[in-house]
């Protein structure tokens, strides 16, 4: 069963639009949760997580993320997009103790 | 400062050769991960070390397979017999803390296996 699932392929949004990037997750229990990037021809980063607490979550690079656990879901927000931002983004989820499953990716356009 | 180094960048192995592939994670760092990542596709998880033990291989995809940290700091992802559909990007990632408690991954570049 997919413990986390990134509906969308590919997301694009003009420079400073607020852009979205969804993220649903299928894990019992309280999940810690984590968003990652991937600029092209580099390694992945981290970006933000929730482990417990507020559920709105602040991360690099004026990144945030909303926890809701009556929808399952934690999307990755920011209010302004840069052309900068145009990358790969991964949300992930930690089951089990050790084992982290990512999702299979959305990639952002971010239009000058 | 250092981060997570992977060697060989890039490996191209005839099928049924053996490769080793090297991990040298963030010094001090507790966990270590591998993963494998298809073309277009996530990080699959591979297996997982707390120092030197390996508490979770239940991702590595065949016993061709073997991976190990025998002093709690360098780690190397041995495949053996490698077949086309081991072909991939294998990424290392260290943690500063023990997996459990959510502390978050810090990825090496990968390493680029290409069976021919």
């Known amino acids: 069963a997919q413990s986390v699932a990134q509906p969308e392929d590919q997301v694009n949004v003009a420079e400073g639009n607020p852009l979205t990037v969804k993220c649903t997750y299928s894990?019992?229990?309280?999940?810690?949760l984590f968003w990652y990037v991937q600029y092209p021809n580099r390694g992945l980063q981290f970006l933000l997580k929730y482990i417990t607490g507020d559920n709105l979550v602040k991360g690099s690079y004026g990144f945030e993320a909303e926890f809701n656990k009556s929808q399952t879901s934690f999307h990755l927000k920011k209010p302004s997009a840069l052309v900068s931002d145009s990358a790969l983004y991964f949300c992930a989820v930690l089951k089990g103790g050790f084992k982290t499953i990512f999702g299979a990716g959305t990639r952002l356009f971010v239009k000058a | 400062g250092a981060g997570v180094s992977q060697s060989p960048r890039y490996k191209v192995a005839k099928r049924g050769q053996d490769v080793a592939l090297r991990c040298d994670p963030i010094?001090?760092?507790?966990?270590l991960f591998w993963y494998q990542q298809a073309l277009g596709q996530g990080p699959e998880f591979l297996t997982y070390f707390q120092n030197e033990a390996q508490l979770d291989k239940s991702g590595l995809p065949s016993d061709r397979f073997f991976a190990e940290r025998p002093e709690g700091s360098v780690s190397t992802l041995k495949i053996q017999r490698t077949q086309q559909e081991d072909s991939a990007v294998y990424l290392c990632a260290s943690g500063i803390g023990t997996s459990g408690r959510g502390y978050e991954q810090y990825f090496g570049p990968g390493t680029r296996l290409t069976v021919t």
């Open positions: 010094s001090g760092h507790v966990s």
């Open positions: 894990v019992s229990g309280n999940p810690y």
